[in-house]
């Protein structure tokens, strides 16, 4: 092949994968905010897909969201012994899709930044995600 024949192909393959790659994390629009804030009982997932819990209460603010889940179904905080989960995190960081509420973090970022206590068992795994990526 030649070398333009390769470049164009390479180029090709890029803007093809480039379309399938979900799109990045968007704000909260007003009708969602005021659809979410104080609202229970909707899925909360990690930018993976992951269920994180089910919300048992929202707080949205400006730039942040304090959200309490209850842990459903997904293994992301495995064994957490059915711990609460409260999750603080930047509003610009999520996004709604469907009925259910998108981080823009991984499974593997929500491990790595929960605090889980050790000491108590009443007590929540705290995950606080205010750093941008």
Known sequence: MTKFKLTASALFTAAALALTTPAAQAELSPS??????????????S??????????GIK???????????????????????KDIVI?????????????????ADKQRLRTKAKKSFTDDSSP???ILLNPR
Not at 88 to 97: E, F, G
């Open 32 to 45: 969602d905010i005021n659809a979410l804030n104080g609202k229970s009982g909707f899925r909360v997932l």
């Open 47 to 56: 930018s993976d897909g992951v269920v994180v819990g089910v919300s048992n």
């Open 60 to 82: 949205i603010n400006t730039d942040r969201t304090r959200m309490f889940l209850r842990p459903r179904g997904g293994r992301v905080f495995l064994p957490s012994g059915g």
């Open 88 to 104: 603080t995190v930047l509003t610009s960081q999520l996004t709604l899709r469907g009925g259910d509420l998108v981080l823009d």
């Open 125 to 127: 795994i705290e995950v």
